[in-house]
């Protein structure tokens, strides 16, 4: 059980797994000039994986149609690859260790590329779900693995330049992806955005094997299988009730899946406190800047994670808009992002965690309420207003969380809080996902294109008093100084 786990200062970044044992890895240079491969190879990894995150949305009711499903009906789809990530993530640093970077980094960008190339063959549900899960579990390793590698490789006087290339290369990847799936659908067909990721998985695997160090430890602790299982299964069970639920009534198996991710779940917590390298350590929990910001992070996404999906299908279904003129829609939401990280650090320093998220959280919920006032005579540029405004309010939001986490704990424990929250921003994610295609799905009277009209308004009015619920969890904190060293990321 860890002991002292207050800091009394946050050096980021973080520190990769099992730091403090003697490694078998080649010597760090410290020019930056030799891992410029590096440096693009683990851009790509992220481009690839931020451009499948956002181009998927607005291919949705193409999708749909061509598998022979309602719309709201892909949410499987979307939740089993966010919630594969969820579950994996926390295996990567032990593979690390175990088998070495590169061979775990090659063996990611593999199985990403071979789900990839099966989502874009799919031809039922169940078969594009699998294949989702599929590029979930190589996914899982991609950004992991390749900020550990950074880490480990780069002086720390260009680390800071390192990650800023790998960040703009990622954003660059969310502000494509919409516009980039939109016109695939369009012109071409949508099993084209799952299969260019092909050409791209062939040329990293080939970077790889030329760029990437192989670190790994030469004592590796034991890999937590019986915790690891049991919080996958929990995870699942949860999933599996909310997709039964959708089916409307059948209460009992929706009770069964309930009670069965109980059970999972405090049993994992038990476990947890009986072994000494548990895969989540849930006494991190014990700081109180470790608790909200990961009960913050899941009420938030739990409010906003569906929101762009809600918004496709709104503007295709609902108002009859193009493929391409829905994804270019989602585009100011991007662009709003990397506009607010440019004067987050500042905001940080003036008013600190507390304030500022109890402030900002309320103002996404208005904001996300604010979009129950569009209709299908809503201009484009009103509409391309609101999401700009909204994605820079929530770009400060995401940063300000995914930071509160390190701010008062001790530096060691950092790589388990890295994970942890990794972990809870995309199991919230999936679930948000799924709340908002059920909330939706319920308040549907009908499948006529112009009842998404209002099920789209009650549906944003509800998802915002959920993000609402948010501000409450981040006024626990307490009253702070400007944070140690925020490093904004996403």
Not at 76 to 92: E, G, K, Q, R, W
Not at 189 to 209: A, D, E, Q, T
Request: proline letters at 6%; glycine letters at 8%.
């Amino acid at each position: 059980m860890p002991e002292n786990l207050a800091a009394t200062e946050t050096n980021l970044p973080v520190p990769p797994p099992g730091e403090e044992a003697p490694v078998s890895s080649p010597p760090v240079d410290a020019s930056q000039d030799r891992y410029r491969g590096l440096i693009w190879l683990v851009a790509a990894a992220f481009f690839m994986q931020a451009l499948d995150s956002t181009i998927v949305n607005t291919a949705v009711p193409a999708m749909a149609e061509a598998l022979g499903v309602t719309p709201l009906g892909m949410r499987t789809a979307l939740t089993s690859y966010v919630l594969t990530l969820a579950i994996f993530i926390p295996a990567s640093p032990w593979l690390c260790d175990r088998f070495g970077t590169r061979r775990i980094f090659a063996a990611a960008i593999a199985t990403f590329t071979i789900g990839s190339l099966l989502c874009g063959i799919a031809q039922t549900l169940p078969q594009l779900v699998a294949a989702r899960v599929l590029q979930g579990l190589g996914g899982a390793a991609l950004m992991p693995v390749g900020r550990y590698v950074l880490v480990r490789s780069i002086d720390k006087r260009d680390f800071v330049k390192a990650m800023s290339t790998v960040a703009t290369v990622g954003l660059l990847g969310s502000v494509l992806g919409p516009l980039l799936g939109g016109a695939l659908t369009q012109y071409t067909s949508w099993r084209l955005i799952f299969l260019i990721n092909v050409p791209v998985g062939v040329v990293g695997m080939w970077m790889n094997r030329r760029d990437m160090p192989d670190y790994r430890l030469d004592d590796v602790h034991p890999f937590d299988l019986a915790g690891f299982l049991l919080f996958a299964a929990a995870s699942a069970m949860l999933l599996t009730a909310s997709e039964v639920a959708s089916g409307g009534g059948q209460w009992l198996r929706i009770s069964i899946y309930g009670v069965l991710a109980i059970v999972f779940g405090a049993t994992y917590v038990w476990h947890s406190r009986r072994t000494d390298h548990p895969v989540a350590d849930l006494s991190l929990l014990r700081v109180r800047s470790v608790w909200v910001s990961l009960a913050g992070n899941l009420f938030t996404r739990l409010g906003v994670s569906g929101m762009f999906l809600l918004l496709v299908l709104f503007l295709q279904v609902g108002c009859g808009w193009s493929p391409l003129m829905a994804g270019l829609m989602m585009v100011p939401q991007a662009l709003g992002s990397i506009t607010a990280k440019w004067g987050i650090n500042r905001m940080l320093q003036r008013f600190g965690y507390r304030k500022l998220l109890f402030t900002n959280t309320l103002i996404v919920a208005v904001m996300l309420a604010a979009f129950a006032l569009l209709g299908k005579s809503s201009p484009m540029w009103v509409i391309a207003l609101m999401v700009f405004v909204y994605g820079g309010f929530m770009g400060m939001q995401y940063t300000a969380m995914n930071t509160l986490i390190y701010n008062d704990l001790d530096v060691k424990f950092a790589s388990q809080a890295s994970s942890m929250a990794s972990t809870a921003q995309y199991l919230s994610m999936s679930f948000g996902i799924a709340l908002a295609s059920l909330l939706m799905e319920a308040l549907l009277q009908g499948h006529a294109h112009e009842d998404y009209v209002p099920a789209f308004r009650w549906t944003v009015l509800l998802l915002a008093i959920v993000t609402a619920t948010a501000s409450w969890v981040f006024s626990r904190l307490r009253s702070e100084g400007p944070p140690r060293s925020p490093h904004p990321s996403d």
